[in-house]
Nanobody, 127 residues
């Protein structure tokens, strides 16, 4: 299984970016998804999460500004980021967790739950 994240870059404050995470090698399986980030000098933290059924949750720091979504046909998970702030500067990682039928509605907020990770894409918010 491989996850390829892309879409990072340099953006001015109050700008927008959309990150993409293409998933390969997991055909025919259900998965929950999450985006995490690690700012310079800080531990990695959760950002937004999505269950198999499409339920979502974003952490307070990004709620109302970031939106996680997925296109199952393209096997891609997205993170739409609006009203970006300098404190959003970080390496952003996508992650997925294989899901059995009984957990399809569950959202997973902790990175220890996730089975596979992408390499990360750098987002820099600066004027």
């Amino acid at each position: 299984v491989q996850l390829q994240a892309s879409g990072g870059g340099l953006v001015q404050p109050r700008g927008s970016l959309r990150l993409s995470c293409v998933i390969s090698g997991l055909e025919g399986e259900s998965y929950a998804a999450g985006w995490f980030r690690q700012a310079p000098g800080r531990e990695r933290e959760g950002v937004s999460y999505m269950s198999v059924t499409g339920s979502t949750h974003s952490e307070d720091a990004v709620a109302g500004r970031f939106t996680i979504s997925r296109d199952n046909a393209k096997r891609t998970v997205y993170l739409e980021m609006n009203s970006l702030k300098p404190e959003d500067t970080a390496i952003y990682y996508c992650a997925i967790k294989r899901i059995a039928d009984g957990l399809i509605g569950r959202i997973f907020k902790y990175e220890s739950y996730y089975d596979f990770w992408g390499r990360g894409t750098l987002v820099t918010v600066s004027s």
